[in-house]
């Protein structure tokens, strides 16, 4: 089983609807967890961060967190074309007395005009 | 502006090659990191260090070195060069171990011939 697991895609949605990305992993114990937005060829950027149990909005994004499930998703409510970019989720995953933070394969999102 | 910067940004060497990816970030920051990604993938640990002499294997480290003698610097060796080590490369800083952001370099284009 993979620490950090994604759909990979591609997430089709029509501009103004809601997308819905989702993320499960592997390490009970992980208290942080982050998306990421990457655009083709470029560096991922840090969308938002979750560390407790619920809701975490910011603007048109909300993150959810669910730790008993070992789930977290990323809410993007009317999507725009421009938020068309591969989503990563990462996960801080312990390594023995330290910590690491790991990333999935992330999610194709295409927001269609 | 703090900032992380990788070079090259792209390279072509040829197998068995020894490469070296220079990363060099202005932020401070005692955790630095490096990834590689690969269509299918996603971004994958390759080493990592929590400040000055210290390095850490990640979950793609054979085949690859770092070596941590100032804050600013983690440098990334491929000791010979593999085709299958043809990919993007990113590095990463931030300033705690795993709850706050990580800042992505530009990364660099390796490929092996």
């Known amino acids: 089983q993979k620490e950090v697991e994604q759909n990979s895609g591609p997430l089709s949605v029509p501009e103004g609807a809601i997308a819905s990305l989702n993320c499960t992993y592997s390490d009970r114990v992980s208290q942080s967890f982050f998306w990421y937005r990457q655009y083709s060829g470029k560096s991922p950027e840090l969308i938002m961060s979750?560390?407790?149990?619920g809701d975490k909005e910011d603007g048109r994004f909300t993150a959810q967190l669910n730790k008993a499930s070992q789930y977290v998703s990323l809410l993007i409510r009317d999507s725009q074309p421009s938020d068309s970019a591969t989503y990563l989720c990462?996960?801080?995953?312990?390594?023995?007395?330290?910590?690491?933070?790991?990333f999935g394969t992330g999610t194709l999102l295409a927001v269609q005009p | 502006d703090a900032e992380i910067t990788q070079s090259p940004r792209h390279k072509i060497t040829e197998t068995g090659r020894q490469v070296t990816l220079a990363c060099h970030q202005t932020w401070n920051h005692n955790n630095m990191f490096w990834y590689r990604q690969d269509l299918g993938h996603g971004l994958r640990l390759i080493h990592y260090s929590y400040g000055v002499h210290d390095t850490n294997k990640g979950e793609v480290s054979d085949g690859y070195s770092v070596s941590r003698s100032n804050t600013e610097d983690l440098p990334l060796t491929l000791e010979s060069a593999a085709s299958s080590q043809t990919s993007v490369y990113f590095c990463?800083?931030?300033?705690?171990?795993?709850?706050?952001?990580?800042?992505f370099g530009q990364g660099t284009r390796l490929t092996v011939v």
């Open positions: 990462a996960v801080n995953i312990r390594d023995g007395a330290t910590n690491k933070l790991i």
């Open positions: 990463a800083s931030s300033e705690s171990r795993g709850d706050t952001e990580a800042f």
């Open positions: 979750i560390y407790s149990n």
